[in-house]
């Protein structure tokens, strides 16, 4: 877990610490030093009204009843705090407010609504309602009495709103990380609710035909009864329909009652409930799966032609962190090597993310040819994660805590052109920066820590020429990685460090300011989930899903958690199926597929092998070497086509009949007559004669 402090971060004091409380969950909120007063920290606890909730438990908005509480307290004691361990980050940060925990990690749009008003439209009114709010934050700040501020602002509203819910919505909005997920209602825990842990009398379930209060529950009794007595009769060639009518009378103790020639029902000889077979075909299924269920009836060949998934082969003003954010792009100087020989790819151009206060490049992205849009959008998602998720997509066995920086900058400034481009910023409105710059035409000065850390390449007078590197794109851009890595431990920053910091930084590094920033909360980025940044700035591409994984240009994925999501089961419609993924270009290890509002990461399971070693593609590589492909494959159908036509030539000027100088005859052919034998050892002799010649 990372020990930076950034707003939303969820802390507690195990002990308990001045005003704080144990058991407790603070949201820190700002560190802020305002002219004339002293530092402060603001926190934030959302405190539930008990007999409040309790009384409006029926009332599916009874979240409202949460309030939230703005705290303060000086920042040296806060820092004091910190320092002491009294104040520490939970073990488990959320990226949603803990009322909406069950919708972490999906896509809370991706489901349909049929209500009138829709989720989104909802979402839309709130962030309607507290907008004047947010763009007077820091007026607010500057308050001595913030809640009152926004008491007064929610009664001048026309209509007037409830004092507490625009709070909670305005703290939530901003502590989340203005992730507009945050205002949702909570649905999370829709249908999950367990029938079988809440026993009752009533029916449940749809009517039955014999009248609506028909038939039984299916409680725990019956649910194991169900399990046990498929597992004890089920063997190969019996069907579901065969093993329910054995279980209904040799489990359930149910007789027939009826003539045949009328309705013949079960009735239970002891009054015990038992299930009708839509009930005992659910659970069997939902307990066993139909995987299982096939294999029992077929065998275990068929139901591993049928089901099983292929697994693969055995092979100065800033004070804050990201208060102020630079971004721009420089050209490789060295052309990558190409994956065919001799072939040269389009020079590396590399965008790159700096934080002004600590001079720390905190996204790197990459792109060939020119600069572009997505090489800011890779950047951006570099920023926007874990560095040790960052290595294990490049394949980097390197300690995290050598780039431990995370989240997306609030003020980004960019020059004109690709990196100042809507399509850099990814697709939702809300996860863009809210404040961004773009600097006049050839002003380097506008974004002087961006331009005086890109490489610089000395000029000459020489005839033109240019530097062909020995390595492949994805090794060229793992080198600009490490080159990254070196300036953010290396480079000297002394000029930069707080005064009142000096005595805690031992190497005067871009990492080690930040690091000691963050650990004391004064940083403004701001944090999303991962599943948030693969489907804000990662490349759509369309796949192909077959029984063995996903293939993407050639390439194979597949994983554990994608096999267990049911989309690999064949059922007679899946053999060639096209599906939206996600890549990131430049590194082709994985890619990532939305499944049902939940991202699932997929591996590489087919590597290109050369003297080398084994190679990961880039995007570009892999469309070239598919074209290649595509051309010997033309190539070789007219070779083959123009072998077989030179030898069946040579084969008629060498015996001066055709290929296929044949006939066929109607009957058997005759071998035991005497004659028959004469001409087979005649034919045999002549054969040997002319061997030996």
């Known amino acids: 877990m990372s020990a930076s402090i950034s707003i939303g971060a969820q802390l507690i004091a195990p002990s308990g610490f001045m005003q704080l409380e144990t058991e407790i969950t603070y949201y820190f909120f700002r560190s802020l030093q305002i002219h004339g007063r002293k530092a402060l920290t603001y926190l934030i606890y959302f405190d539930e009204n008990k007999s409040r909730a309790q009384k409006n438990s029926q009332n599916k908005n009874n979240h409202f009843s949460i309030k939230p509480r703005l705290i303060t307290i000086l920042r040296e004691d806060f820092e004091r705090g910190i320092d002491l361990q009294k104040i520490v980050k939970k073990e488990t940060q959320s990226y949603l407010p803990y009322w909406l925990s069950g919708m972490e990690g999906r896509n809370p749009s991706s489901g349909s609504n049929a209500n009138k008003i829709s989720h989104e439209e909802r979402i839309d009114q709130k962030l309607k309602i507290i907008g004047p709010l947010l763009e007077r934050l820091d007026e607010l700040l500057k308050s001595p009495n913030i809640e009152q501020q926004i008491n007064q602002y929610a009664r001048s509203c026309k209509p007037a709103q409830n004092e507490t819910r625009v709070r909670l919505w305005f703290f939530t909005y901003l502590l989340f990380n203005q992730n507009r997920y945050a205002l949702h209602y909570s649905i999370g825990k829709q249908g999950i609710w367990d029938r079988q842990a809440h026993a009752s009398k009533i029916k449940r379930g749809r009517p039955s035909w014999r009248g609506k209060d028909a038939g039984f529950n299916a409680d725990t009794k019956m649910v194991e009864k169900i399990i046990s007595s498929y597992s004890r009769i089920s063997k190969l060639g019996i069907n579901l329909r065969e093993i329910y009518q054995a279980a209904i009378t040799e489990d359930f103790h149910c007789t027939v009652t009826g003539a045949v020639s009328s309705p013949m029902r079960f009735i239970s000889k002891n009054e015990e409930p038992y299930p009708t077979f839509d009930m005992y075909s659910y659970y069997v299924h939902q307990n066993f799966g139909q995987s299982q269920i096939y294999h029992d009836k077929y065998g275990s060949k068929l139901s591993r032609d049928k089901f099983d998934v292929d697994k693969g082969s055995f092979s100065s003003l800033l004070i804050n962190i990201l208060e102020r954010a630079e971004g721009d792009a420089y050209h490789v100087k060295a052309l990558p090597r190409g994956l065919i020989e001799g072939s040269t790819l389009p020079g590396l151009v590399v965008a790159t993310i700096i934080d002004v206060t600590t001079f720390t ?107 062909q590197s020995d390595l492949f794109p994805s090794e060229l851009c793992i080198r600009e990685i490490y080159r990254l890595l070196k300036n953010n431990n290396s480079v000297n920053i002394s000029d930069r460090i707080p005064s009142d910091l000096l005595e805690h930084i031992e190497t005067p590094t871009p990492i080690a300011l930040y690091k000691e920033l963050a650990r004391r909360g004064r940083n403004d980025s701001r944090d999303i989930s991962f599943a948030d940044a693969v489907r804000q700035y990662l490349t759509k591409s369309k796949a192909t899903l077959k029984n063995d994984g996903i293939h993407f240009h050639g390439l194979i994925y597949n994983s554990e958690e994608f096999r267990a999501s049911g989309l690999l089961n064949r059922n007679g419609h899946l053999s060639h199926k096209e599906l939206e993924i996600y890549v990131y270009d430049m590194a082709l290890r994985y890619v990532w597929v939305d499944v049902r509002g939940k991202i699932i990461e997929l ?14 593609l880039s995007l570009e590589e892999l469309l070239q070497r598919e074209s290649v492909i595509k051309r010997m494959n033309l190539e070789a159908q007219e070779h083959r086509h123009a072998v077989a036509a030179h030898y069946k030539l040579q084969f008629s000027k060498t015996t001066g009949k055709k290929w296929d100088a044949q006939k066929r005859v109607t009957g058997r052919p005759k071998r035991g007559t005497a004659v028959a034998k004469r001409e087979a050892n005649e034919a045999a002799v002549l054969a040997n004669v002319k061997g030996r010649q």
């Not at 690709?418 to 809210?434: N, V, W």
């Not at 591996?603 to 990961?616: H, N, P």
Request: charged share 25%; with cysteine.
């Open 361 to 467: 490049e905190v996204g790197i992205g990459f792109s060939f040819g020119s600069e572009t849009s997505a090489a800011y959008r890779m950047a951006l998602f570099c920023a926007a994660i874990s560095k040790s998720a960052f290595f294990r997509i490049w394949g980097m066995d390197e300690d995290p805590a050598a780039w431990p920086t995370q989240g997306l900058p609030k003020y980004f400034t960019t020059d004109r052109g690709p990196g100042s481009a809507k399509e850099a910023y990814g697709r939702a409105h809300d996860l863009e920066p809210i404040f961004k710059e773009v600097t006049p035409s050839g002003s380097p000065r506008s974004k002087p820590s961006i331009e005086t850390s890109n490489p610089k390449t000395p000029k000459n007078r020489e005839s033109p020429s240019y530097i």
């Open 603 to 616: 591996a590489m399971m087919t590597k290109l092998t050369t003297a080398e070693g084994d190679l990961y």
